[in-house]
């Protein structure tokens, strides 16, 4: 979807170095979440924030540290990167809604990451 | 712990055939099951959705069916096509603010023309 934009699309690095990866979207949605894709494994949600001022940690957080700037940016960190963190990312967003809306999360292309 | 569990983990379907994926849940409290297709290349996009006030949920050719007594749900795709070949997965999340999708481990979908 190219309301939701990631940057870059494909990284390698190498292990303990320090990984950014960069998330925009021009939805106007208030939520904003960072997945990891792994084969075999589907996504599991690593960070997710409801507004600037509210960051929650995922199934999967360690290791990983986020940072909204702003209501349409939303960046993941990776401090001193390992092999194991070489997997696909995808951030996502998604509207507040009513209790019975629809929750629709809008990915955005993804982000491969490969640590050596 | 998985809570979402899906299968089979890849499926080959003749042109015209009928595709079925099925998620089994643990998790009593969860109230909405969305899909989502995902091609090559992409982010994953929600495909159809369904919630637990009813069994059955059709749109075109893609139907979710749903037995809450038995904790599962699946996909059928009917008159399977070749641009139906993609990856599949089903995923839950609980009522309340958070929304958190629960994501199955996926099924890559291979439609033979």
């Known amino acids: 979807d190219a309301d939701v934009t990631q940057t870059p699309r494909n990284r390698i690095t190498k292990t303990g170095k320090r990984i950014m990866l960069e998330c925009s979207q021009t939805k106007g949605h208030d939520r904003m979440y960072w997945y990891r894709q792994d084969p075999g494994l589907g996504l599991r949600l690593i960070y997710y924030?409801?507004?600037?001022?509210?960051?929650n940690k995922g199934e999967i957080s360690d290791g990983y540290s986020v940072s909204r700037q702003a209501q349409a940016k939303f960046s993941l960190s990776l401090e001193s990167a390992i092999p194991n963190q070489t997997a696909l990312y995808f951030c996502?967003?998604?509207?507040?809604?009513?209790?019975?809306?629809?929750?629709?999360?809008?990915f955005g292309p993804g982000t491969r990451l490969t640590v050596l | 712990q998985q809570q979402v569990k899906q299968s089979p983990q890849s499926l080959i379907v003749q042109k015209g055939g009928i595709s079925i994926i099925n998620c089994a849940y643990e998790?009593?409290?969860?109230?909405?099951f969305p899909w989502y297709q995902q091609f090559p290349g992409k982010g994953p996009a929600l495909l159809i959705a369904i919630r637990p006030d009813v069994s059955e949920k059709k749109e075109g050719r893609f139907t979710i069916s749903f037995n809450k007594s038995a904790k599962q749900f699946s996909l059928h795709i009917m008159d399977s096509q070749p641009g139906d070949s993609a990856t599949y997965f089903c995923a839950a999340s609980l009522s309340g603010s958070a929304r958190q999708l629960t994501f199955g481990s996926g099924t890559q979908l291979t439609v033979l023309p």
């Open positions: 924030s409801f507004d600037v001022k509210d960051i």
């Open positions: 996502a967003t998604s509207d507040w809604g009513d209790p019975r809306g629809t929750d629709t999360q809008y």
């Open positions: 998790n009593t409290a969860f109230d909405y």
